[in-house]
Every structure is written in C-alpha cells, then in structure tokens.
C-alpha cells in the first residue's frame, strides 16, 4: 500500500517515527509529510531514514518540474494518515484551507484515496467546540478518525487529546480500505 503520513507540530510527533518504521517494515511504500511546525519537534532525517524515502515538506520545492509534488502524492496514495493531527490542521482541512504541502496533498487526494487522521492536542483545545464540530463535519465527508486516548499530557494535566497508542494507528491504517 502507497501510504502518505502527514505530520504536524504537535509534542507526540516523535511518534510518527516508530509508525513510518513499522508501516515500512510491514512492506508499504511510506511518504512523509511534514509541516513546519512538525520539523521543530523531529527532523526530517529520522522520517527519512525510517521511510526509506525523501521528506516532503517544502510546497514549492519541486525536484522534477514535469511532476507536481502534491499531485503526484496525492494521486499514488492509497492511504493518507494524519499522525498526529493538530487542532490547526484539522480545521484548515475543514475550512478547505491549502496552504502547505500537507493540506494540499489531503485535498488532492480526498477523493480517490481514503483519509486517516489522528488527532493528538490539549484535553481543552480536543474539546473545544470548534474543534469537535471539525472533526464531525470532516466525519461527514467521510473523513476516518482514530480518536485521541486519555493520558498524562505534555502540558501536565490528564486527559482526552493524547495520540492514540501507536498499534492502534498501524492496525486501522492497515486495514483501511481504499477508495
């Protein structure tokens, strides 16, 4: 399976490094992502090492001009997963927004392939109305979700919003069904 991981500035985006091992280990084609905010928390080398494929995180930074990069993902992926997901992400993809490389890719491949997201943020930013009514109307379109587990979170309160156990994420992005 073409798997495209979108990473996103959020704490647990060193996880995104055991699930781009294990995705490729397990014999799928793994592409990564990352958006700026991913690259403060993990470097695109380790994303890259563990892939076995280039970093994508520059839009405009085309390596073949006859291919356009978020197309050309877009258009291979049978899955796209979102892991961790930010509060930001998910309502620029709500709100249509494609203004990076990731946000891009998720709207050209919204239609053809299927779309995982994996939310990871704050118990009170999860929980935010606006939040919720994201995810809901992204569910409606139909959006997949891997919802967020309750935990001890980096900003040191408990609660909903931690990024769901890494097994979970590899088990339903590899039983996903592809449009």
Do not use: W
Request: proline share 3%; charged share 20%; hydrophobic share 45%.
């Amino acid at each position: 399976m073409y798997i495209v991981l979108g990473v996103t500035g959020s704490i647990s985006a060193y996880k995104a490094a055991d699930i781009a091992n294990r995705l490729h280990k397990d014999g799928h084609e793994v592409h990564v992502v990352m958006t700026d905010g991913a690259q403060e928390f993990i470097t695109p080398l380790t994303l890259q090492t563990l892939s076995k494929n280039k970093v994508h995180a520059n839009e405009f930074e085309e390596y073949d001009p006859t291919i356009v990069k978020h197309i050309d993902l877009a258009g291979n992926a049978d899955v796209v997963l979102v892991a961790p997901a930010t509060a930001n992400v998910i309502g620029k993809i709500a709100g249509g927004i494609a203004d990076d490389l990731l946000t891009a890719v998720v709207m050209a491949a919204a239609n053809q392939a299927k779309v995982i997201i994996a939310p990871a943020m704050n118990t009170n930013m999860y929980e935010n109305p606006i939040v919720q009514a994201n995810i809901e109307k992204l569910k409606g379109l139909g959006y997949q979700f891997i919802e967020p587990k309750n935990s001890h979170l980096a900003c040191g309160t408990t609660g909903k919003g931690a990024l769901a156990d890494v097994d979970e994420i590899i088990r339903i992005t590899e039983g996903a069904e592809t449009k």
